[in-house]
């Protein structure tokens, strides 16, 4: 598999594990990772931190899902393939439906990770948290307001 396909592949495995409810399987794609949380802080947490936030702030319903769906496009590649390295800036779109609600958008941001190759493998190295965008009514989706 060429790099840019498995770099995009993380991006898109962290969403499907997230809106399937895994959020430790999905936590384990930041296992050598640091995730910004707040730039200006800087609030960094690893992938413990990252499950203990998701944990705090995510509205888990009753099918164990927090009945989302992470969408996320636009990936902008940089990679070094001589010294295992790359960035991509990507956007994400996060819709949810829960009851007999409308299907909805939620948030909307964007994404700017560091990924490294190790042992052949590509993995995430960072990721910023922090560049939520937009959002709707996040009643449903998390327990607090990011932004208050």
Same mark, same amino acid.
């Not at 499907?16 to 960094?44: K, M, N, S, Y």
């Not at 690893?46 to 998701?54: F, K």
């Given at each position: 598999m060429?790099?840019? &396909?498995?770099?995009?592949n993380?991006?898109?495995?962290?969403?499907? $594990?997230?809106?399937?409810? %895994?959020?430790e399987? +999905?936590?384990? $794609?930041?296992a050598h990772a640091?995730?910004?949380?707040?730039?200006?802080? @800087? !609030?960094?947490?690893?992938?413990?931190?990252?499950?203990?936030?998701w944990?705090?702030?995510?509205?888990?319903?009753?099918? *164990? &899902? @927090?009945?989302?769906?992470?969408?996320? &496009?636009?990936?902008?590649?940089?990679? =070094?393939?001589?010294?295992? &390295?790359?960035? +991509?800036?990507?956007?994400?779109?996060? $819709?949810?439906?829960?009851?007999?609600?409308?299907?909805?958008?939620?948030?909307?941001g964007r994404?700017?990770?560091?990924? %490294?190759?190790? =042992? *052949?493998?590509?993995?995430?190295? %960072?990721?910023?948290?922090?560049?939520l =965008? !937009?959002?709707?009514? !996040?009643?449903?989706?998390?327990h607090?307001? @990011?932004?208050?």
């Amino acid at each position: 598999m060429d790099s840019a &396909t498995a770099i995009t592949n993380l991006l898109y495995r962290y969403a499907e $594990l997230f809106d399937a409810g %895994e959020h430790e399987a +999905c936590a384990d $794609l930041f296992a050598h990772a640091r995730i910004i949380l707040d730039p200006e802080a @800087p !609030l960094v947490v690893d992938r413990d931190g990252i499950l203990e936030v998701w944990r705090a702030l995510v509205v888990i319903h009753d099918d *164990g &899902t @927090p009945r989302t769906k992470h969408v996320v &496009t636009n990936p902008i590649l940089d990679i =070094d393939e001589a010294a295992g &390295t790359a960035t +991509c800036r990507s956007y994400y779109t996060v $819709l949810q439906q829960v009851d007999d609600g409308p299907l909805q958008p939620v948030a909307a941001g964007r994404y700017h990770d560091r990924f %490294e190759r190790v =042992d *052949g493998e590509w993995r995430f190295a %960072e990721r910023d948290y922090s560049r939520l =965008d !937009l959002t709707g009514e !996040l009643g449903a989706h998390l327990h607090t307001d @990011p932004r208050a």
